[in-house]
């Protein structure tokens, strides 16, 4: 009798422990929780650490730090025609667990709900501007307006839209490479257009050049033929004085001047007649006598 009496005081103080450990749970100081009880709500906590409920009370726990929630890229045709290439993500949380279990019952496919109304928000926003607003500053005015078409969207499933950020907004591969491509022949035709002007350019200031050298050298072969015959007519003018001084010796020192230029390379031969006014100053001795 006293084992079995023990066995059932065992089985009673299991029964009993755990009924109380059925009547006690925690919440993270990341979680919130939902009461439930035959499938009906009876209260939201919030406050972290140890509570206590009926052991026929139901606990659900709901992360309420930002969640991420990542869309896969979407091709957008934007106002202008062009096809867009978005990648784009956001923040959410929880802001009515009650709300949140009534609408999607788990996380999982709140995430899937919240993702096809991501994606379609952005085809809806970024379908009304043309694709250099991505590209402008209005590109956060744009996410914004996102966030603002999902909180509408989503109002009453008890979450709350926090930011939702683009991080990238580009053509597609096909069209990347034809608007490269077209861009790549622009820059080749101003490159060409430039190199025309710059040989215009040139050449007017070869011309120009050339010109100049032509003025200057014409100027300066005046200049040298007023000098020079300034000159000749300076040096007559002083070989006349000089010549008018003493009109013997001028016609010997042009005699002497004759022969130089004559007999300078030593081979030149003359035959002319020794009597010749040539040779007239040959044969005559110093004060004009014959020797």
């Known amino acids: 009798m006293s084992r079995t009496l ?13 009924i109380l450990l059925s009547c006690v749970y925690s919440i993270y100081q990341t979680q919130e929780a939902l009461i439930m009880q035959f499938g009906a709500p009876q209260a939201v906590v919030f406050e972290s650490g140890l509570h206590f409920k009926l052991p026929t009370q139901q ?32 923040r959410w949380r929880i802001s009515d667990p009650l709300a949140f279990y009534n609408r999607f019952g788990e996380q999982r496919t709140a995430e899937l709900q919240l993702t096809q109304i991501l994606s379609s928000d952005i085809r809806r926003v970024l379908g009304s501007q043309d694709f250099a607003a991505m590209l402008s500053a209005r590109r956060a005015s744009l996410m914004h307006a996102i966030r603002d078409q999902m909180n509408q969207d989503t109002r009453g499933f008890g979450v709350f ?17 034809a608007i490269y491509q077209r861009m790549q022949m622009e820059r080749q035709r101003e490159a060409a257009e430039y ?12 011309a120009d050049a050339e010109r100049q050298v032509t003025v200057i050298k014409a100027d300066a072969q005046r200049q040298a033929e ?26 010997f020192w042009r005699s002497m001047q004759a022969y130089r230029d004559t007999f300078a390379g030593g081979e030149t031969t003359v035959v002319l007649s020794p009597k010749s006014e040539f040779f007239k100053y040959f044969g005559q001795a110093p004060g004009g006598g014959k020797k």
């Open 6 to 18: 023990a066995v059932s005081l065992a089985v009673s103080a299991l029964f009993v422990l755990a």
């Open 59 to 90: 606990v659900y726990y709901f992360d309420r730090r930002l969640l991420d929630l990542d869309a896969k890229s979407e091709e957008v045709i934007a106002e202008d025609k062009k096809r867009i290439l978005v990648d784009a993500f956001a």
């Open 161 to 177: 839209i926090a930011d939702v950020r683009i991080r990238r907004a580009d053509l597609p591969p096909e069209n990347s490479r």
């Open 195 to 206: 190199r025309a002007e710059g040989d215009e350019e040139a050449q007017g200031i070869r």
């Open 226 to 251: 007023i000098l020079e015959g300034a000159g000749d007519a300076e040096k007559a003018r002083l070989m006349g004085e000089a010549y008018g001084q003493d009109p013997d010796f001028a016609a």
